[in-house]
């Protein structure tokens, strides 16, 4: 099993609609999540993060955490072309330790 | 403007040759990080520093080496490349903890033949 899994997609959103995207991850003692966004051939920036249980909302997005589910959610609202990219969940602190685990990513096509 | 520099951004080498890309932050982070990114496995880990002298291995280290002599450089040095390490390569800077988020740099894009 992977650390931390993402459905690699190809994940298909009209345009306006929300777009979810989900990671899953193995090791209950990771402390934080994080989301980020990767457009081809560019680096990762930075979405959201989150620590506690629950929602956290910044604009359009909003990440989920459910640890008793060990399950991080991303909901794009009001989806744009620009959002299309592959959005990459990482995990920190795994196994007591200082490592980043990131998932393979989730390709993301909003559709105009 | 706070940033994360790496150099070069493209590479073409041989097997054997030692090679070292650079990594540079202005933003006085304490932790520093070097991935790999390859097709289907996504962004793995190589090696990570959490202040001047203090470096740990990633998920995938083997082939690789790394130092932190200063706080704002952490290179990434590869003793003998093989055409496995052909890759893409981020560096990345946070300061430590477990909510701060890492700033990547450009990338720097290896071939090994």
């Known amino acids: 099993q992977k650390e931390v899994e993402q459905n690699s997609g190809p994940l298909s959103v009209p345009e306006g609609a929300i777009a979810s995207l989900n990671c899953t991850y193995s090791?209950?003692?990771?402390?934080?999540f994080f989301w980020y966004r990767q457009y081809s051939g560019k680096s990762p920036e930075l979405i959201m993060f989150?620590?506690?249980?629950g929602d956290k909302e910044d604009g359009r997005f909003t990440a989920q955490l459910n640890k008793a589910s060990q399950y991080v959610s991303l909901l794009i609202r009001d989806s744009q072309p620009s959002d299309s990219a592959t959005y990459l969940c990482a995990c920190w602190g795994t196994s007591g330790t200082y490592k980043y685990i990131f998932g393979t990513g989730t390709r993301l096509k909003v559709l105009a | 403007e706070a940033q994360v520099t790496q150099n070069p951004r493209y590479l073409i080498t041989v097997t054997g040759k030692k090679l070292t890309v650079t990594c540079s932050q202005n933003?006085?982070?304490?932790?520093m990080s070097w991935y790999r990114q390859d097709p289907g496995l996504g962004l793995r880990q190589i090696y990570y520093?959490?202040?001047?002298?203090?470096?740990d291995k990633g998920d995938v280290p083997e082939g690789y080496k790394v130092s932190r002599k200063e706080k704002r450089n952490f290179p990434l040095i590869l003793e003998s490349p093989s055409p496995n390490q052909t890759s893409l390569y981020f560096c990345?800077?946070?300061?430590?903890?477990?909510?701060?988020?890492?700033?990547f740099g450009d990338g720097t894009r290896l071939s090994i033949l």
């Open positions: 520093s959490m202040n001047v002298e203090v470096t």
């Open positions: 990345a800077s946070s300061q430590t903890g477990a909510t701060q988020p890492q700033h």
């Open positions: 989150i620590y506690s249980n």
């Open positions: 090791d209950r003692g990771s402390q934080s």
């Open positions: 933003m006085n982070h304490e932790y």
